[in-house]
């Protein structure tokens, strides 16, 4: 695939707060992108410099191989979807989402033929005269994305569109989501600090702190191969643990010897070593590599959480089956599951 954007260098500061540090990332066309990260990291800033609500003070963004910084947001064949979809309340569905096609001057039988397959694509055929204020909010969100891919862009830009729905609507949503950029095929730039919304609907996860890109991989790479604390703790729930590589495929923590997947490490060099909470194994104290004695349990629905103390280390363990408080288990750790990080990185 081909690069449809491309930041490099991209630097911005408010009020002496450097907000992006020298950020430069490639997206490729037709991918669904994410970038994620906590409150004040730069995400927001990333996709508004995209649409051109903002413009960096250093760096270029390049679109289809032509630089576009000073282009602005009306010319650029990039449309944004926000979190509140800035619909018009005066205006009933159909014309909502025919408003760029008549700021176009498309004729109406374009338009009226454009409009149909737009609702069609998100489940909202034959709701053209209804009031925007007689909507759900996830039928308004759907037609905030119908009146942005109307004018047919290359890029959608996604500003935490869903974070307006509750817990179900929003999951439904980002199935619905991810149905729709496969179908229509456009690159997808989206904005979200919510790790499993991220998880479930990328095909590749920028994550960011601090103005800086941490890491940037598929889900599946993002969650089992986190470069840094940063991202093994802001993506789900992690065990992270200080050991010692004593050579490739051996580490040390929790005063117990491990086999592991991991080289290329000095010898003894000091290390972190992640482990998630799900694949810890709680077995008879007989049969464990480590033993240990449950803390705490809490029931979480589909599974258990209970909090293993080894050695002083409380491992966080996520299982569906239950032991007892005060009981002592043993611990089992396989070596696919054990994932080494250099130290303070």
Do not use: W
């Amino acid at each position: 695939m081909t690069n449809t954007i491309e930041l490099k260098n991209i630097s911005k500061t408010f009020e002496d707060d450097l907000i992006l540090d020298n950020l430069s990332l490639n997206i490729k066309q037709g991918e669904f992108l994410t970038l994620l990260g906590p409150s004040g990291c730069g995400k927001t800033t990333t996709l508004r410099i995209l649409a051109g609500f903002l413009t960096p003070d250093s760096g270029e963004v390049i679109f289809e191989g032509k630089k576009i910084n000073e282009i602005p947001p009306y010319e650029r064949n990039i449309n944004t979807v926000f979190q509140k979809y800035a619909l018009f309340p005066n205006m009933n569905v159909y014309e909502n989402v025919a408003f760029g096609l008549k700021i176009k001057k498309v004729n109406k039988k374009e338009i009226d033929k454009r409009v149909s397959e737009m609702l069609k694509l998100v489940n909202l055929s034959g709701y053209e005269k209804r009031s925007i204020e007689a909507l759900s909010g996830g039928q308004q969100q759907r037609i905030a994305i119908a009146r942005a891919l109307i004018n047919e862009p290359k890029v959608l830009l996604l500003d935490e569109p869903l974070g307006a729905l509750d817990l179900k609507l929003r999951q439904g949503m980002q199935v619905e989501l991810k149905n729709i950029q496969q179908r229509v095929g456009i690159t997808f730039v989206y904005v979200t600090h919510d790790q499993e919304e991220a998880l479930s609907m990328s095909d590749k996860i920028v994550v960011m702190n601090n103005g800086l890109i941490q890491q940037i991989g598929s889900p599946t790479d993002i969650y089992n191969e986190p470069v840094n604390s940063f991202v093994a703790d802001f993506i789900g729930e992690s065990n992270i643990i200080n050991g010692t590589m004593l050579d490739d495929y051996s580490v040390v923590f929790s005063n117990n010897k491990f086999v592991c997947v991991d080289k290329g490490f000095k010898e003894n060099e000091e290390v972190e070593v992640v482990v998630r909470p799900e694949d810890i194994d709680l077995v008879s104290e007989d049969k464990g590599m480590m033993t240990g004695i449950v803390e705490d349990i809490v029931f979480k629905g589909v599974h258990y959480e209970m909090n293993v103390n080894v050695d002083g280390f409380r491992y966080l363990v996520q299982s569906t089956l239950s032991k007892e408080v005060g009981q002592r288990v043993g611990v089992n750790i396989i070596p696919d599951n054990i994932h080494i990080m250099k130290k303070g990185k």
